[in-house]
């Protein structure tokens, strides 16, 4: 089973940018569709954003046009690009298959405040 490893989390001011990694210890994303989540404190972890083994993309409405998914199959990396972004952003993300198919990882924690 593949293993799931998060990062580029951290503290930042209301309309700026960071970008996540999900780092896979085998050959997953021409497979499976991917996945990035999140988890408010005291609610159920939630789909954000997700990417077909073909490369198609969706979104849900809360972060629609201001994050983006990517993948890079040569290095195994699955990418969250979020701009422009709110307090009600954070969060702690996932990644996993469309479906949560892996073990979680430990997820990476994204802080949006002044």
């Known amino acids: 089973q593949a293993h799931v490893v998060e990062s580029g989390g951290g503290l930042v001011q209301p309309g700026g940018s960071l970008r996540l990694s999900c780092a896979f210890s085998?050959?997953?994303?021409?497979?499976?569709?991917m996945a990035w989540y999140r988890q408010h404190p005291g609610k159920q972890r939630e789909l954000v954003a997700a990417i077909a083994f073909n490369g198609s993309t969706d979104y849900s409405e809360a972060v629609k046009g201001r994050f983006t998914i990517s993948k890079d199959t040569a290095k195994n990396t699955l990418y969250l690009q979020m701009n422009s972004l709110k307090p009600e952003d954070t969060a702690v993300y996932y990644c996993?298959?469309?479906?949560?198919?892996?073990?979680w990882g430990q997820g990476t924690q994204v802080t949006v405040s002044l």
């Open positions: 996993n298959s469309a479906k949560g198919f892996f073990a």
């Open positions: 085998r050959y997953v994303l021409t497979v499976y569709d």
